[in-house]
């Protein structure tokens, strides 16, 4: 059984800049991809970023170019670096662990972000 502790969410203008971190539980954690998820009010869950194992990202491409993903294996932690943040970026941000070989798939509890104009 693995728990995903996000936090870092707030309240932030827009331009402004957050950090969210998703503490993780397990011992596999470094053979896990991770992702980071939001949903806002009245829509679909959709993916922002994706991290390897090996460290390889990807981003959706409302992110790019303003959002990196990062991990430190040795904290069991996986980060999301939000620059240049939009009013539309406002969400509930999940992080996730998706079913793999050494894994099931999981969820945390999801942190607010939200940027006013």
């Known amino acids: 059984q693995v728990q995903l502790v996000e936090s870092g969410g707030g309240l932030v203008q827009t331009g402004g800049s957050l950090r969210l971190s998703c503490a993780a539980s397990?011992?596999?954690?470094?053979?896990?991809?991770m992702d980071w998820y939001r949903q806002a009010p009245g829509k679909q869950r959709e993916l922002v970023a994706t991290?390897?194992?090996?460290?390889?990202?990807d981003y959706a491409d409302f992110v790019k170019g303003r959002f990196a993903i990062s991990r430190d294996n040795a904290k069991n932690t996986v980060y999301l670096h939000m620059n240049s943040l939009r009013p539309e970026d406002t969400a509930v941000y999940y992080c996730?662990?998706?079913?793999?070989?050494?894994?099931?798939?999981?969820w945390g509890q999801g942190t607010q972000v939200t940027v006013s104009s």
């Open positions: 397990g011992s596999r954690f470094s053979r896990n991809a």
């Open positions: 991290i390897t194992s090996g460290g390889s990202t």
């Open positions: 996730h662990v998706p079913r793999s070989y050494y894994s099931n798939e999981y």
